[in-house]
Structure formats: structure tokens, C-alpha cells
Nanobody
């Protein structure tokens, strides 16, 4: 069974940092393009950052400079480094990825989400 497993969330004070991880586990599927999204209570899910298979990145304008998306292909893992966190960054953070194994492609796979809470 293919799973995207997020980890690294938690409670942090404003100004602190967290690094989220997203790993494709339980299969031989590899992560192709991937992205991080977040959903705060009462709000719609929004894009945080994306990274393609070549490592090119894209960020929500409001998060540029504080958040960095990266990947380690050897570990089949995508990361989101979050610095200078603010209370308004509090949300459930979700990983989304296209997975592939040979000619098989699974598009837009979602992880279960990890909670990030930033206290003031």
C-alpha cells in the first residue's frame, strides 16, 4: 500500500523553526513532483510550496524567504523548512505528490497531514 507520511509538526513559539518531512513509504514508488499545502481552521487549503523532479521550486508569495522546500531523492523524501514562524502559520500541513514506479504514475497523492501550532 502506498502512503505519503508526513512528520515534524508540533508546537513551537513564534520566531521558531520546524522542518516537516514527507516520505513515500511502504512501496517501491518514488516521489516525482511534490508540494506542501496547509489548511487553517475555517479556511480553505492553500498552496505553500512545490518542487518538481528537477528541483525547481515555487512558493506562495507571502511565504517566500521564510519557508524552503527541498528534496532528497536518495531518501525519497521532500522537506519543508519553516523559519521565523508566526501564529498565523498555525495549520495542518499536507504533502501532495505524484508518485511513479516505472511506467506507473499515481497523480496527486495526499498525506494525512501534520499539525503545526505556533504560539505567540
Amino acid at each position: 500500500q502506498v502512503q505519503l507520511v508526513e512528520s515534524g509538526g508540533g508546537l513551537v513559539q513564534a520566531g521558531g523553526s520546524l522542518r516537516l518531512s514527507c516520505a513515500a513509504s511502504g512501496s517501491l514508488f518514488s516521489i516525482n513532483a511534490a508540494g506542501w499545502y496547509r489548511q487553517a481552521p475555517g479556511k480553505q487549503r492553500e498552496l505553500v510550496a512545490t518542487i518538481n523532479s528537477g528541483g525547481s521550486t515555487n512558493y506562495a508569495d507571502s511565504l517566500k524567504g521564510r519557508f524552503t522546500i527541498s528534496r532528497d531523492n536518495a531518501k525519497n523524501t521532500v522537506y519543508l523548512q519553516m523559519n521565523s514562524l508566526k501564529p498565523e502559520d498555525t495549520a495542518v500541513y499536507y504533502c501532495n505528490a505524484d508518485l511513479y514506479r516505472g511506467a506507473i504514475i499515481l497523480r496527486s497523492y495526499w498525506g494525512q497531514g501534520t499539525q503545526v501550532t505556533v504560539s505567540s
